[in-house]
């Protein structure tokens, strides 16, 4: 989707990211951190990671630093479907000297139906889960005929995630999050963090997501929204995770 060396780098600036999403980073690996833990103690041995949009390997980087969670890692591999991505991810993991359990691949999750391995934690961060938008939409000329994009289905998010969810082992968990929460007060923060990127708004406060000319996309969501994406993994299965107190992100955690 972004696969522009220079606005991948921008992405993970922090000069140009709003406190709000650094803050959501902090708080969803503190989450990211007890979920591991919990696996760990249930399998009773380290367990294997798979990361969906594996972006600069931030994840995995801050991980490693904690030696009592990064001992309970076996296996971390992402996939990114931006080329950038990918070698940042590689360069970071060879610089930490963490290749003996990273890796970074070159691969599309809408494809994960095809990807040959199992693992006990599936997990897509930072807003990631947001990202996946239907086909053909188009950046340059969205609502110029005036018809607006309705999100009361997304396929390729509810196709990236049943195959996210069907990687798992059994007793495994997949995890979303950060994830944009629908209101109007998120809507003006996202439109605020794109802007500061130097980017361009095409969305405006009707639109269920935000999106710039420039090909980003960021969904926010309901709880009954994502219950109906969703719907592959039973009902009692999902829950909802608060981030912060102002109803901005939320993580959401599935068990298989």
């Known amino acids: 989707m972004y696969d522009n060396d220079n606005t991948v780098k921008a992405s993970f600036d922090l000069s140009y990211i709003t406190e709000y999403l650094q ?19 249930q399998k009773q041995a380290p367990i294997r990671i798979f990361d969906i949009g594996i972006g600069n390997a931030r994840v995995p980087k801050h991980l490693s630093l904690i030696h009592e969670i990064w ?31 990273v890796t970074a691949t070159l691969f599309d999750a809408i494809k994960l139906n095809e990807w040959p391995q199992k693992y006990d ?3 897509c961060t930072w807003f990631t889960p947001g990202n996946f938008y239907p086909d053909g939409f ?34 495994g968990e997949l995890v979303l999050g950060a994830t944009y929460i629908h209101n109007d007060a998120t809507r003006i923060k996202q439109e605020e963090a794109y802007t500061k990127m130097g980017m361009h708004i095409i969305t405006d406060k009707q639109d269920s997501f935000t999106a710039t000319k420039e090909g980003f996309w960021s969904q926010r969501f309901t709880n009954e929204q994502l219950m109906r994406y969703l719907s592959f993994a039973p009902g009692q299965n999902i829950h909802f995770i608060p981030l912060d107190t102002y109803e901005y992100a939320q993580q959401v955690l599935i068990k298989k």
Not at 29 to 41: C, G, N, P
Not at 143 to 162: A, C, H, I, T, Y
């Open 23 to 41: 803050q959501a980073q902090w708080a969803e690996l503190i989450e990211l951190k007890k979920v591991i833990t919990r696996l760990y103690k």
């Open 71 to 101: 001992e309970m890692v076996e296996v971390y591999d992402g996939i990114d479907n931006a080329e950038a991505c990918v070698t940042l991810s590689t360069a970071a993991a060879k610089e930490l000297q963490i290749t003996d359990k």
């Open 138 to 171: 188009d950046f340059k000329h969205y609502m110029k005929d005036g018809k607006r994009l309705s999100l009361e289905q997304n396929p390729n998010f509810v196709k990236v995630f049943k195959g996210a969810y069907q990687l798992l082992n059994d007793g």
């Open 121 to 123: 934690l599936v997990l």
